[in-house]
């Protein structure tokens, strides 16, 4: 199984900042990688899929890249609505994973 | 406005079963394969199972194989988990999801969650 970790656990940002979110795959998942976005009793949204396509309604402001083994979300200008736990997941092979999550706060 | 409804979750003693459900609507069902995910309380999201359109191509993760079965119906555009034997690692919040491509891919499309306690 393919073992997906996320840096930082938590990261806590200011209104307006910028914020950059990693996830590592253990082996090559290629571009077949996906980001999260969850907030408290709600159920995940999709944000990113192949690595760096935005989903349908997500603003500008996030952005993914890498490939391989390496990932990051990128959001520019932190607004209030992002905080939540954002989660990669790799979809390259059986079964898909998840990483563990990071905790976005905002100060 | 495309929609996924699951229900059946509750509270149910070791060893006991629940059947969940997952009610699609606003779009073709029977075009995409669809998962269940579940997120134990606190906890991060675990991939559960997946069906292909047409049912006939099932998958299991390790850890609920031989207890939990996967069906749906197209003609009712409902998906169902049927979860026997169940234990308290089994506790959490169950989603079902839409899989954007065949196989394995990204979920564009998440239901709401139903609650599963095994206690």
């Known amino acids: 199984e393919i073992v997906m970790t996320q840096s930082p656990a938590t990261l806590s940002v200011s209104p307006g900042e910028g914020a950059s979110l990693s996830c590592r795959a253990s082996q090559s998942v290629y571009t077949n990688l996906a980001w999260y976005q969850q907030k408290p009793g709600q159920a995940p949204r999709l944000l990113v899929y192949s690595a760096s396509t935005r989903a349908t309604g997500i603003p500008a402001r996030f952005s993914g890249s890498g490939s391989g083994t390496e990932f990051s979300l990128t959001i520019s200008s932190l607004q209030s609505e992002d905080f939540g736990v954002y989660y990669c997941?790799?979809?390259?092979?059986?079964?898909?994973?998840f990483g563990q999550g990071t905790r976005l706060e905002i100060k | 406005e495309v929609q996924l409804v699951e229900s059946g979750g509750g509270l149910v003693q070791p060893g006991g079963s629940l059947r969940l459900s997952c009610a699609a609507s606003?779009?073709?069902?029977?075009?995409?394969?669809m998962h269940w995910v579940r997120q134990a309380p606190g906890k991060g999201l675990v991939w559960v199972s997946r069906?292909?359109?047409?049912?006939?191509?099932?998958t299991y993760a390790d850890s609920v194989r031989g207890r939990f079965t996967i069906s749906r119906d197209n003609a009712k555009n409902t998906l169902h988990l049927q979860m026997n034997s169940l234990g308290g690692d089994d506790t959490a919040v169950y989603y079902c999801?839409?899989?954007?491509?065949?196989?394995?891919?990204?979920?564009?499309?998440w239901g709401q969650g139903t609650m599963v306690t095994v206690s």
């Open positions: 999801a839409r899989a954007q491509g065949m196989g394995v891919a990204a979920y564009d499309i």
């Open positions: 606003g779009f073709s069902f029977s075009n995409y394969w």
């Open positions: 997941q790799q979809y390259n092979d059986r079964p898909i994973t």
């Open positions: 069906i292909n359109s047409d049912g006939k191509t099932i």
